[in-house]
């Protein structure tokens, strides 16, 4: 016996609309990962301005005070990382080049894997131009956009709660909690880069290694670059490692193996879970599930986004329980 099924016109619209959304949300999906990056470092900066605004400074000042002191801070730091490196360029390209060449000679190095190597790059110049630009202009957007939200953070928390109207101190006392969570993640994230830092340089001492100082602030800082920003910094301090012996090199590939997977399975999941609450394998299955999605974007974003979705669960299941 046939039977009729009948979709009726709202259905018909609910599942457009919705896939519609879908569509368009995939569209500015860059986009909203920018205002989302923004909103973590307005929720990490916003108390210092408060302060700031406590001591009578005006708001629109005290976050220019405060953004002129991260950079400094990242300046000094980028100085102190690579200025060591730079001077010293001329006789460690010497050395390098010394130490390929007796590579190649003893024929540890087929010879055409280079050369294709460096077709390749050669080749994908121009992409990874653009991709410095785009960048760039991502990270001027974000400043932009985290300063406006410091500015009418209140304002823009009000609007927010407005569409909630039955519901306003509950949606705001959220919006708090999800900000708090979010400070206190890009707060474990900073004492993670310390931790890889200090890590990495007492390892690099202990081997020998020259420059081990400027090689662990490049991994503190290519800390926050998850699965690829352990493997980048480690170039630096292999090559460094090659110019005085392929041994050196070796050991030197091992102590940032080593690092990465100390970092990966006990580290990252141990520091979030005291900064965030989040279960140290879910850390660890979030940030696979991120990095799979979106590759380094998603890695990276994926344990503030597993944030603020347990904050959101919690508040509904609390909701329905009352």
Do not use: C
């Not at 953070?153 to 979010?182: C, H, M, P, Y």
């Not at 991994?219 to 005085?244: D, F, Q, Y």
């Not at 990095?291 to 503030?304: E, F, I």
């Amino acid at each position: 016996m046939n039977r009729r099924v009948d979709i009726s016109w709202k259905t018909i619209l609910f599942i457009t609309f919705f896939l519609l959304s879908l569509w368009i949300t995939y569209l500015i999906l860059d986009i909203i990962l920018l205002v989302f990056v923004s909103f973590i470092l307005m929720s990490a900066l916003y108390p210092l301005v408060d302060r700031l605004v406590a001591w009578r400074i005006p708001r629109p000042l005290a976050i220019v005070i405060l953004f002129l002191a991260i950079l400094g801070l990242l300046i000094g730091v980028l100085a102190a990382g690579f200025t060591p490196l730079i001077i010293q360029t001329s006789s460690l390209t010497q050395r390098l080049s010394e130490a390929v060449s007796g590579l190649l000679q003893a024929n540890y190095i087929d010879r055409s894997v280079i050369q294709g190597q460096f077709s390749s790059i050669s080749s994908q110049l121009v992409s990874y131009t653009l991709d410095v630009f785009k960048i760039i202009v991502g990270f001027v957007s974000v400043i932009v956009v985290t300063f406006y939200l410091l500015l009418d953070r209140k304002g823009i928390e009000d609007r927010a709660t407005s569409l909630f109207v039955a519901n306003q101190s509950k949606v705001s006392k959220l919006i708090s909690t999800i900000e708090e969570k979010l400070g206190a993640w890009l707060r474990g994230q900073l004492i993670l880069s310390l931790i890889i830092g200090v890590v990495t340089y007492l390892g690099l001492e202990v081997l020998g290694v020259e420059f081990a100082l400027s090689l662990a602030i490049i991994a503190g800082l290519m800390e926050v670059v998850p699965v690829i920003g352990p493997i980048i910094s480690a170039i630096p301090a292999i090559l460094i490692a090659l110019t005085v012996s392929p041994v050196l090199a070796g050991l030197v590939a091992g102590l940032y193996l080593a690092i990465q997977q100390l970092e990966n399975h006990l580290v990252v999941p141990q520091v979030m879970k005291r900064a965030v609450g989040l279960n140290p394998l879910l850390v660890i299955l979030t940030v696979s599930v991120g990095g799979r999605l979106l590759g380094v974007a998603g890695a990276l974003l994926a344990v503030p986004i597993a944030v603020v979705i347990q904050v959101v669960i919690k508040e509904v299941l609390q909701k329905n329980e009352s």
